[in-house]
C-alpha cells in the first residue's frame, strides 16, 4: 500500500516538474503573483481546482480503475498540495522565496506557480504513464553499446534544448545566477539528478520498463542519470554561448552558475526525452 502510494506521488511530482519547470524561469509570472490581490488568488486557487477536479474524473495521477466524485476531490485536494510543495522547492532553491520574502508575496508566487504544476501532477498519468503495459517485454535491439548510448545522448539532447532553449535567451538566468550562493548551486545539482531519476526509473511512465534493460555503455540507472546530466550540462552551457549570455572571456564563475541553473530544466527535458526512445 505504501509503495503504490509512493509510486503514485512520484509519478505526479515527475509530472508536475515536466509541465511546470518552464514557468518558474519566468520573471512575470513571479511579478504577478507577488503583487496580485487576495481576491483573485481564491478565484485562481478554485479554478485550478475545477480543471484538475475534471482531469481526475477521467484517469488523474494513480493508477487505478475507481473513478468516482469523492476519489476525485480527494486526489485533486492531493495534487494541489503536490503541485505547490513542487513549486515550493523550485522557488526556495532558486532564491525567488527566501525567509525575508513577505507572506502576501510568497503565497501569491506558490500559487501562480504552483498552477502548471499542478495540471501536470493530474496529466502524468494520462499522457505518460503506460497504463497495463508495464509487464510488456522488453523492445529487443540489435544496437550495440555504443549506438544504443549515442541514441540516449541524442534523446538527452533533444528533449532538454526542446524544456529551456526558451529559458536560455531571458534574463531571469544571470538574475537568478547573481543570486545564488555556492550552497545552493550544490542543492540545484542534486535536485536535477533526483528528478531525472525519478522521471526516468521511478514514477511508472511510458518505456520505463524498456529503460532498465536499455542496452549502452552507461546503463545503469545511476551511471545513466549522472552521464546524462553531464549531458544537460553541455547543452545548458551550449544554449547560454548560443545566444550570447556567456563569453569566452566571461570568469568560469558566470560559466559554472548559469549553466548550473540553466541545466534543471534541461535536465528535465532530457529526462523525458530518453523516455521516448
Not at 476525485?72 to 525567509?99: F, H, K, Q, S, W
Not at 506558490?110 to 493530474?122: H, Q, R
Not at 542534486?190 to 521511478?202: C, D, K, N, Q, T
Request: proline share 5%; glycine share 8%.
Amino acid at each position: 500500500m505504501w509503495s503504490t502510494e509512493l509510486d503514485d506521488l512520484v509519478r505526479g511530482a515527475s509530472g508536475g516538474f515536466l509541465f511546470g519547470i518552464p514557468l518558474l524561469y519566468t520573471m512575470e509570472v513571479w511579478w504577478i503573483g507577488s503583487s496580485i490581490a487576495p481576491v483573485r488568488l481564491l478565484m485562481a486557487l478554485l479554478l485550478t481546482f475545477a480543471i484538475v477536479f475534471l482531469l481526475n474524473r477521467t484517469c488523474g495521477f494513480r493508477k487505478t480503475d475507481t473513478i468516482n466524485a469523492v476519489n476525485a476531490a480527494i486526489d485533486t485536494i492531493e495534487a494541489m498540495a503536490l503541485g505547490l510543495v513542487c513549486a515550493t522547492v523550485i522557488l526556495v532553491l532558486l532564491r525567488e522565496i527566501t525567509l525575508q520574502t513577505p507572506l502576501n508575496e510568497a503565497l501569491g508566487k506558490l500559487i501562480y506557480e504552483g498552477v502548471p504544476f499542478t495540471l501536470g501532477v493530474a496529466l502524468a498519468n494520462q499522457f505518460l504513464s503506460d497504463g497495463d503495459r508495464e509487464g510488456d517485454s522488453p523492445k529487443q535491439s540489435g544496437e550495440g553499446d555504443l549506438n544504443a548510448t549515442l541514441s540516449d545522448v541524442g534523446a538527452t539532447l533533444i528533449g532538454g534544448t526542446i524544456i529551456a532553449f526558451n529559458i536560455a535567451p531571458t534574463d531571469e538566468i544571470p538574475m537568478l545566477a547573481a543570486a545564488t550562493s555556492p550552497p545552493w548551486l550544490l542543492a540545484m545539482m542534486a535536485i536535477s539528478l533526483i528528478i531525472s531519476y525519478g522521471i526516468v526509473f521511478e514514477a511508472g511512465f511510458a518505456n520505463q520498463p524498456k529503460r532498465h534493460n536499455q542496452q549502452g555503455i552507461f546503463q545503469r540507472p545511476l551511471s545513466e542519470t549522472i552521464s546524462a546530466y553531464l549531458v544537460s550540462l553541455i547543452a545548458a552551457a551550449a544554449m547560454l554561448f548560443f545566444f550570447d549570455k556567456l563569453q569566452f572571456d566571461d570568469p568560469w564563475q558566470s560559466w559554472l552558475t548559469q549553466t548550473l541553473i540553466l541545466a534543471l530544466p534541461t535536465t528535465i527535458g532530457g529526462a523525458a526525452g530518453r523516455l521516448a526512445v
